[in-house]
Every structure is written in structure tokens, then in C-alpha cells.
């Protein structure tokens, strides 16, 4: 009876790979791995299928398994259980023999989660599932336990993220950006191949003669084969004739022996970092040494143990703040610290702090004090502690008591040796002081009368005595309480603590505790570290030393302030709040989001909240913000940044329905602020900048903008006249010519239908009021044409006339009143407005007849262009 018989009349094709897995764990193990990706497939395919999607085999299986998940067809925690079992196929054992001896140990380890994961499917899935009922528990598979090499060991869970990892593989140096192996992929690789390798030649023999069928029929996936079979045959492992291949034994050994190497990088690597081995032992390896002859595949290895070396230098340092120890215990070479130390002085200098550093220079300059007092020469002393010129200089910029130290150290050198009966050249010679330094130092102790000086000093032991006390017996509550001490005390006696003290590791565990306590209530971090006694150069500390503890704890506040942030976003609190409440600011919350986006397990469910959620929301505010603001203040007030404007616009122009909306609600805002800007005056090149409209949407929509463009110039021209002003101020408050208002016109007076209203209004409105009296001038016999301009400037222009006489509108023979016009007669007396066709002659009465007729001109446009009426039907298309 199988285990996955539950599935029989549910899903045939899932129970007939379950079934043949189940076989496989005794009969052919190293098959399970390779059966377990057409199971996980089909499942995939089947959870794909549901959200109408189909699973491609092109594309990365954790991304289709993401989809599914944000579809909201399974949960988070099923789509992690899936992806462990996908990525448990690919574990890589810690030797060959290993790949030999635990091949059944991964096989059941695979079955037993694809079990899990079958049921879980079955019970989500199957209408007729009834809980539990029907579903027994998993059954552990009886072995053949007559095979001594297969030992009952703990199932190891291989899905786990490693410990520790670099960013280049370990065996080639390529980029390595798996969380899972110290190889790239390709070194990962050539391990599986050689994992498979084995597992073919016990199923088959290694005598024995094969095709590329017969390894599908095995268990090798279809889509693997011809790449396995390549890299065997490129390795001389494989002889083939035709479409049969045969194993070449005489290469297994050597092929073998390059496995091994590749191993034996990782296990010692790992046993290094876990100080299973010692610096002095791992340079005594015949790995090390191949290394250091840049040997292949040696020499990555070579250059992270050296790399570690001066890893274990700082924690050593740090831990025994003993300077000459950590060099003996770690072997570092005297070029590998000059290097290291000039490295972290510049750094320095920047202001990046490493603490070892720290605890190295403060070491060494409590010898070159000590020596100091015991009346060593500076050059002695330099050259016994191998102390350049530089360092010292720059051990008097960090510390600024260092120098001080050494001139009261000095001095007191020089009282004791003259109390002692010595000569001045002696003292000098003994306390290694220069005449000069000896004058100077003298000035000093005359002019505070020698008593200062001593008093400073002896308060200077005092405190390192009481100090030491302090460090030895109490702890900060104690010391706070009974001992009476100040803050300085405290913060003196708590900072010099070693690291691994018990006192230190208690007192911080504690305080610790009580401030994740604080922040979870969403007190910032400042207030938080305050209120348990301590300031923020503590917490700095406990966030980048390098304890297991303060490691923990650093990835604990990391939790709590996902946690605050996806509660503000939750809470529906602005991005301020939100930042506020974590105590981030705006970078940070960002870099949230973008880990989370690429499948962070600690900010997945921040992003995934915050793209569904948030930003709609955001994408509303920005919309309403832009109706009154800048595009780019709008930006600012809805927190959006330009890449991400850009990046849910095109979402929703490829039909992405979470954002459809918003791309045509965009859309139009950018025609609008397009049509804004040539209002304003602005060439065409700043208004598609400032609009974000590109070339295919300009085009796309440009007859209706030039179309409302033109209708907002009519009655910017139209206004202008009604107000009394000239064609030329009314073209230039229209951003057009003078050329082009009469353009328009003329288009209107011959029958265009979109120009006749204008022409209508304007002739009537500027034209007919202006060109009636001028005629009735010149008919009059007054033909001095300047001398009408110069009286009535403020009405029209030379440019007017200029144009009216060309165009027959006004002549010293006829005046044409409209168009067609063929005969000429009198204007009534009582000034009557003149029918169509008609010409009347009037008085010259320019000033008021003009006014009159302008002054009426604006009820008749409120009428006839309603130009945001106009805006809102064009952005609508």
C-alpha cells in the first residue's frame, strides 16, 4: 500500500508519480531526485491552471510559483514548502562518499515532503475531502536494512539557507548569488553531475552499455539529459559510439579525485570558520599550500582563508584585546597587517569605524605608554612596537589624551629621576626627552606650581583603579543603585568591558530585551534606548558588533520594524507616519520594498501588501494632487517616486487591470498639462517634457489638441478685443500672430465651418466697429490714412489697415461690409445695425460706436465658446 493512494481517484497522474517515488527510495534512490521535478511540475501546472496560466518550462520555477501565490490560490507557507522541495533536489553532499552512502537519506527526505505536499493539495483542492478522512499519516518506508553502507541517520533538513556565504565561488572565483552553496552554478554543477554519475553507474553497472532513453527511463529529467551527458563525455567519463554510451572506468579515480578537491575547499572552509581548526593547522594543509602556488582549484581557497585570517584577527582582538596573541594564534603575516592597517586608518578617516581597530590602536598605544614610562627612547620604542612616523601622528588625531599622556609621563619620568639624584643629561637620556621638550615641559610645571599636575594624575589612576573595580564585581543596575557612581563612571565601566564577559553578555541580553519590548509599541528608537537608561551610541553598538548575541538581536529589530511598517501601511498611515512609527526614514522603507520584491521571505509580505494595497491609493492621491500641483510636487505629496509613476503606467497600458484605470486617468492629465504649457506660452518642446507625453501619444491625440488649442486662442483674442484691446496685444496674449488671427477670419468669411463663429464675432466685435467710420472718413474726402491711425491707435493698427485695404475691406472708392458685397449705400440715421449685404454710411463717431459694440461682444461669448466644456470632451477620447 502506497502512501499516496489518497490521490488515486482524485489526481491519476500525481499518485502514479507519487507511487513510482515511493518504489524508487529502495530500489533505485538517486532517481527520486529526478522524478521529484515532473511531480512538482505537474503540480505547478495544475496550481497555474486554476488562474488560467499554463507552466513554461522556459521560465524560473519560483516566479510561477509566485504568481500563483499572489493570485491568492495558495498561501504563503505552501508555496515555501513547495519551493524547499524544489530546491532539496539540487543539495550537494560533503564528499563522494557521502553521494554514495546518503543518496537514500535524500530520498526520503524528498518523499517525505512531497507527501506533505500532495495532502495539503489534496485537502485545498478536492471538493469531497473531508478533513482529515481518507488522508492517513505519512508512513515512514521500510528499508532493506540488510545493506550495511546505508546507516538510519537524522534526515538533515538541506533547504536551509547556509550559514555563511561569499559573494565569488569558492572553487573559480565566478559571482556567486546563491544563498544555498559556496559554488556558482556552474561548479554546482559539475557536483551534481558527478552526484548523478554515481548514481548511474551502481543502477546500471559499470560495465554495462546505455542510451539517453534509457537514463530518461531512469529518472533523469528530459530536459537535463543531453546536458549531463555532454559534460560526462567532455570529462572522458563517458565513451560513445553511435547512440550508446559505455562508462570509461579507467578515468573514475582521477575524475573522482577532482570531486574530492572540490569538497574538501567547503569542509575546510566551514570547519575554519567554525574554529574546528586553527589558522596554523589550515596552513599546513596540502589544499593551503597548492593554493599558495596559485594551483587550480586552490587558489579561491587560498585567498578566503587568508581573508578569514584577518577575520579572526579583528574578533580575536576583540575578544582578548590582546595584540601580540591574536598575531601568534592567527599567524597573520606582517605585510597582511600593514595592509590591513593602513586599509582601516583611511577608512577611518571616512568615518567608518571597525572596532577591532579601535582595540588594536588602543592597545598598542597602552605599550607605547608603558614603555614610555619605563624610560624607552621614542626611537626604541617605535621600532620595538614597529610604529612609523604616520601612525603615531595619527594616534594623536584620534585621541586626543594620547600626546597629553606622554608629555605628563614625561614629566613625571623627569621628577622621579631628579628626585633619584640624576643629572639632567641623564634624566634626559633616561626618559628619552629632548632638551627642547625639557624646557617646555618645565614652563609648565613652574607655572602651576607642580601641585596641579600631581593632582590631575593621581585623579587620572584613581579613576582606572576604581575603573577596575568596577569591571571586576558589579553589574549596571548594582553600580547605578549602590555604588553611586556617575554616568561617566558607567559608561567608562560598560564601554571597556570585554565582549565576552558574562557581566557584558547578561547586563546586554537584558537591556536588549527591554528595548524590543519598547519598539514594539512603535516607540522610536531613540526614545526606546533612552528609557532603559542608555543612549544611541550603545544601540549603534549592538547592531554592528559581531556576537552571536547582538548578531540575534540585530535581525529581531529588523522584524519588529518590518513589522511597525507593514502595520502603518495597514493602518492607512501616510508614508511620514509610517516612517515615523518604524523610525526609518523614506531610503529605507524603499530598500524594503525593493528586497521584498525580489522574494525576500523577512519584506515579501510588505511588498506584496504595499503593491496591492498602497499603491492604488498612492496612485489616487497623486491624480487628485496634480489637479492643483506641479506633476512634481503631486509626486511628493503621494510619496511616488518617477520610476515608479512610470513603471504602473506602462503595467496598466499593457492591460495590467490593477492599473487600467489610472493609465487612461494619467493619460489624460498629460494632454492637459500638454494643452497648459502652449497656453502659456511654451514650445512644444517644453510642453511634451513638462506633459510626459511621448512622440506615439502626441500623434496619437494631436488633431484634438491642436483642435482645442485653436478654440482657446478664439476666445483668448476674442476677450482681448472685448476689453478694447488691439489685434496685436490680442495676438500676443494668444501666444499667435496678427497674420494668424486674420487667417482664421478670412477662413470663416469664406464658408470654413470651424472659423465662421470667430469670424462672425470678431468682425463685428473689432472689424465693423473700426473699419465702418474709418470708411465713412475717407469717404468724407480725409484719405491722410496715418493721420486716422495716429488718432485712433488705441483701437487698431496700422497692420489692421494694412490688411483691410489689401483685402478690400475698406478702399477710397467702395467699402465692402461683407462678404460678396457688390453695391454701396447709406447708413440709416438711426444707426440701425446694417442687415447682411447691406452697406450703410455713418458719422464719424469711432470712440463710442466702437465701445458699444466691443462692450457686447462678452455675453455672446460666454455663448459660443465654452472652451472647458471643450477641454473635458477632447481629453476624453
Not at 333 to 342: A, G, H, I, N, S
Not at 441 to 466: F, M, Q, T, W
Not at 648 to 655: R, T, V, W
Not at 829 to 836: F, G, I, V
Request: proline share 2%; aromatic share 12%; with cysteine.
Amino acid at each position: 500500500m502506497s502512501n499516496f493512494d489518497f490521490l488515486k481517484d482524485f489526481d491519476d497522474t500525481l499518485y502514479k508519480l507519487g507511487n513510482r517515488i515511493e518504489k524508487e527510495v529502495n530500489i533505485a534512490p538517486s532517481a527520486v531526485k529526478a522524478d521529484a521535478t515532473p511531480f512538482l511540475e505537474y503540480l505547478l501546472n495544475k496550481l497555474l491552471n486554476r488562474v488560467g496560466m499554463k507552466f513554461n518550462y522556459r521560465k524560473d520555477f519560483y516566479t510561477q510559483l509566485d504568481t500563483v501565490h499572489r493570485k491568492g490560490i495558495i498561501d504563503y507557507n505552501y508555496k515555501n514548502k513547495i519551493y524547499s522541495a524544489y530546491m532539496l533536489r539540487n543539495k550537494i553532499h560533503d564528499s563522494y562518499e557521502e553521494m554514495v552512502k546518503n543518496e537514500v537519506v535524500v530520498a526520503l527526505s524528498i518523499h517525505e515532503k512531497l507527501f506533505n505536499i500532495a495532502k495539503k493539495y489534496y485537502l485545498d483542492f478536492n471538493e469531497n475531502a473531508d478533513d482529515f478522512k481518507g488522508v492517513p499519516s505519512y508512513k515512514p518506508i521500510e528499508l532493506d536494512t540488510s545493506d550495511e553502507e546505508i546507516d538510519m541517520v537524522k534526515i538533515p533538513d538541506f533547504s536551509e539557507v547556509i550559514d555563511f556565504k561569499y559573494d565569488y565561488c569558492v572553487i573559480c572565483g565566478e559571482p556567486n548569488h546563491s544563498s544555498y552553496s559556496l559554488c556558482c552554478p556552474k561548479c554546482s554543477r559539475v557536483l551534481e553531475n558527478a552526484n548523478n554519475f554515481i548514481s548511474i553507474r551502481n543502477y546500471f553497472g559499470k560495465d554495462s552499455t546505455f542510451t539517453k532513453e534509457n537514463l530518461i527511463e531512469y529518472g533523469i529529467h528530459e530536459g537535463y539529459v543531453n546536458q549531463l551527458l555532454t559534460h560526462l563525455v567532455r570529462e572522458n567519463m563517458l565513451n560513445v559510439t553511435g547512440r550508446f554510451y559505455t562508462f570509461n572506468n579507467m578515468y573514475f579515480d582521477k575524475y573522482m579525485t577532482k570531486i574530492d578537491n572540490y569538497l574538501a575547499v567547503g569542509e575546510l572552509i566551514t570547519k575554519f570558520r567554525e574554529d574546528k581548526i586553527t589558522p596554523s593547522e589550515i596552513k599546513q594543509t596540502f589544499e593551503y599550500r597548492e593554493g599558495s602556488l596559485q594551483h587550480e582549484p586552490f587558489y579561491e581557497f587560498y585567498k578566503i582563508i587568508n581573508h578569514e585570517i584577518i577575520n579572526k584577527f579583528e574578533r580575536d582582538i576583540l575578544s582578548t584585546e590582546d595584540v601580540w596573541s591574536s598575531i601568534e594564534y592567527t599567524t597573520i603575516t606582517q605585510k597582511q597587517l600593514e595592509t590591513w592597517y593602513m586599509k582601516n586608518m583611511n577608512l577611518h578617516k571616512k568615518g567608518k569605524i571597525n572596532e577591532s581597530f579601535l582595540v588594536f590602536n588602543s592597545s598598542l598605544m597602552g605599550e607605547y605608554i608603558d614603555l614610555k614610562r619605563q624610560g624607552l627612547m621614542e626611537k626604541d620604542i617605535k621600532k620595538r612596537l614597529n610604529i612609523s612616523t604616520k601612525v603615531y601622528e595619527f594616534w594623536t588625531s584620534i585621541n586626543d589624551s594620547f600626546e597629553d599622556e606622554i608629555a605628563n609621563i614625561k614629566q613625571n619620568l623627569i621628577l622621579k629621576y631628579l628626585k633619584e639624584g640624576k643629572t639632567k643629561a641623564e634624566v634626559l637620556e633616561i626618559a628619552g626627552v629632548t632638551p627642547h621638550e625639557y624646557d617646555n615641559l618645565y614652563k609648565v610645571s613652574d607655572y602651576n606650581h607642580d601641585y596641579y599636575a600631581d593632582e590631575i594624575n593621581r585623579e587620572r589612576e584613581a579613576r582606572k583603579l576604581r575603573f577596575t573595580s568596577y569591571l571586576a564585581s558589579l553589574d549596571i543596575e548594582t553600580s547605578c543603585r549602590y555604588a553611586k557612581i556617575s554616568p561617566d563612571d558607567f559608561y567608562s565601566w560598560y564601554d571597556n568591558s570585554k565582549l565576552n564577559s558574562q557581566f557584558y553578555l547578561d547586563t546586554t541580553e537584558i537591556l536588549m530585551g527591554k528595548y524590543l519590548d519598547e519598539r514594539k509599541k512603535g516607540t522610536s528608537k531613540a526614545e526606546s534606548i533612552k528609557m532603559i537608561g542608555l543612549d544611541e551610541k550603545y544601540l549603534n553598538q549592538w547592531l554592528t558588533r559581531s556576537l552571536d548575541i547582538c548578531k540575534k538581536f540585530k535581525n529581531d529589530d529588523l522584524k519588529v520594524t518590518v513589522a511597525l511598517t507593514l502595520r502603518g501601511f495597514k493602518w492607512d498611515k501616510s508614508i511620514d507616519e509610517i516612517c515615523e512609527m518604524a523610525d526609518i526614514n523614506e531610503d529605507a522603507l524603499k530598500r524594503f520594498l525593493r528586497t521584498g520584491a525580489k522574494g525576500s521571505e523577512m519584506f515579501g509580505e510588505l511588498f506584496e501588501y504595499y503593491e496591492n494595497e498602497m499603491i492604488p491609493k498612492k496612485l489616487d492621491t497623486f491624480l487628485k494632487a496634480n489637479e492643483t500641483k506641479s506633476m512634481r510636487n503631486a509626486l511628493e505629496s503621494a510619496y511616488l517616486s518617477e520610476g515608479e509613476l512610470e513603471k504602473y503606467y506602462e503595467l496598466g497600458k499593457s492591460g495590467d487591470e490593477r492599473f487600467e484605470k489610472f493609465y487612461n486617468d494619467f493619460y489624460n492629465v498629460k494632454k492637459g498639462t500638454y494643452v497648459y504649457h502652449i497656453e502659456k506660452g511654451k514650445t512644444h518642446r517644453i510642453a511634451m517634457r513638462e506633459s510626459r507625453l511621448t512622440s506615439e501619444e502626441y500623434e496619437e491625440s494631436k488633431d484634438d489638441l491642436e483642435k482645442l488649442l485653436r478654440k482657446i486662442k478664439f476666445r483668448i483674442v476674442l476677450e482681448a478685443i472685448a476689453n478694447n484691446k488691439t489685434s496685436n496685444v490680442a495676438a500676443r496674449d494668444a501666444n499667435c500672430s496678427v497674420d494668424e488671427i486674420y487667417e482664421w477670419y478670412f477662413k470663416g468669411r469664406d464658408g470654413d465651418e470651424e472659423y465662421e463663429k470667430f469670424y462672425d464675432l470678431f468682425h463685428n466685435g473689432y472689424v465693423r466697429p473700426s473699419a465702418v467710420p474709418i470708411q465713412e472718413k475717407i469717404d468724407e474726402g480725409d484719405t491722410d490714412i496715418d493721420n486716422i491711425i495716429r488718432s485712433n491707435k488705441h483701437l487698431f493698427t496700422k497692420k489692421d489697415i494694412d490688411i483691410w485695404l489689401k483685402n478690400g475691406i475698406i478702399s477710397v472708392d467702395v467699402f465692402h461690409l461683407e462678404k460678396n458685397e457688390s453695391k454701396k449705400e447709406e447708413m440709416d440715421d438711426d444707426e440701425d445695425k446694417p442687415n447682411k449685404n447691406e452697406v450703410k454710411k455713418v458719422k464719424l463717431n469711432v470712440h463710442g460706436k466702437a465701445k458699444k459694440s466691443r462692450s457686447s461682444l462678452g455675453k455672446i461669448l460666454d455663448d459660443e465658446y465654452d472652451v472647458e466644456e471643450l477641454k473635458k470632451q477632447i481629453l476624453k477620447k
